[in-house]
């Protein structure tokens, strides 16, 4: 299906095309689930916006047209596969591009984003790295700049697949609520938690 190799940085997953075929079978196709995470996320025309562990650049893609030509947003993976692949298909569009770097040590000035987007990959980094990675996000986005986190929604049809893929994890890893606390320790505010369908799990916050 898909290869998910340990590093230093967390787990990586390393084969682009096995995972971009698991996840159109997963959400019966990814580009509308990926407009409505965009559009979760309040990227908005002329934003910057910025995608970490951007896998295949599907949401980044979905981002870079909410942003428009006036915008721009910067994914980034610290899978040297995912990035190549995603420079190649998602990178096309002139407002998007893709570089290989880690949530925990991310290579961008202060308050340089308006939005940050971390899908999917909370649960891939270090356990004693994520505060780390919060921290990073806090210190990239600009004053009132947004943060969604987002992973599968630990109920319904897909809930219950993710805790069969997952059987070697706790499953409240998956469940993103588990950060409410962590962000408000950080310095976020204006915590939501949302469902995006068919069942991610969302948590947005405002620098």
Same mark, same amino acid.
């Given at each position: 299906?898909?290869?998910?190799?340990?590093?230093?940085?967390?787990?990586?997953?390393?084969?682009?095309?096995?995972?971009?075929?698991?996840?159109?079978?997963?959400?019966?196709?990814?580009?509308?689930?990926?407009?409505?995470?965009? &559009?979760?996320?309040?990227?908005? /025309?002329?934003?910057? *916006?910025?995608?970490?562990?951007?896998? %295949?650049?599907?949401? =980044? #893609?979905?981002?870079?047209?909410?942003?428009?030509?006036?915008?721009?947003?910067?994914?980034?993976?610290?899978?040297?596969?995912?990035?190549?692949?995603?420079?190649?298909?998602?990178?096309?569009?002139?407002?998007?591009?893709?570089?290989?770097?880690?949530?925990?040590?991310?290579?961008?000035?202060? &308050?340089?984003?308006?939005?940050? /987007?971390?899908?999917f *990959?909370?649960h891939?980094?270090?356990? %004693?790295?994520?505060? =780390? #990675?919060?921290?990073?996000?806090?210190?990239?986005?600009?004053?009132?700049?947004?943060?969604?986190?987002?992973?599968?929604?630990?109920?319904?049809?897909?809930?219950?697949?993710?805790?069969?893929?997952?059987?070697?994890m706790?499953?409240?890893?998956?469940d993103?609520?588990?950060?409410?606390?962590?962000?408000?320790?950080?310095?976020?505010?204006?915590?939501?938690?949302?469902?995006?369908?068919?069942? %991610?799990?969302?948590?947005? #916050?405002?620098?």
């Amino acid at each position: 299906m898909f290869r998910i190799e340990q590093d230093t940085q967390g787990l990586l997953i390393t084969n682009p095309r096995g995972y971009s075929m698991f996840t159109r079978l997963f959400f019966g196709g990814r580009r509308r689930h990926d407009a409505r995470v965009a &559009a979760a996320s309040g990227a908005c /025309t002329g934003h910057r *916006a910025l995608d970490i562990a951007s896998g %295949t650049g599907t949401v =980044a #893609a979905a981002l870079a047209d909410r942003v428009g030509p006036t915008g721009e947003v910067v994914g980034i993976d610290a899978a040297r596969e995912m990035v190549d692949y995603a420079n190649a298909h998602a990178g096309r569009r002139p407002n998007c591009r893709f570089q290989q770097a880690a949530a925990q040590s991310l290579p961008f000035e202060d &308050a340089s984003f308006d939005v940050v /987007t971390c899908t999917f *990959a909370m649960h891939h980094i270090p356990d %004693t790295d994520r505060a =780390a #990675a919060l921290a990073e996000m806090f210190r990239i986005l600009k004053p009132g700049g947004r943060l969604l986190l987002a992973d599968m929604a630990p109920t319904g049809l897909h809930g219950h697949l993710t805790k069969l893929l997952s059987r070697h994890m706790d499953p409240a890893e998956i469940d993103i609520r588990r950060y409410r606390e962590p962000l408000q320790a950080t310095g976020f505010g204006q915590i939501t938690y949302a469902v995006v369908p068919p069942s %991610t799990g969302t948590l947005t #916050a405002v620098r």
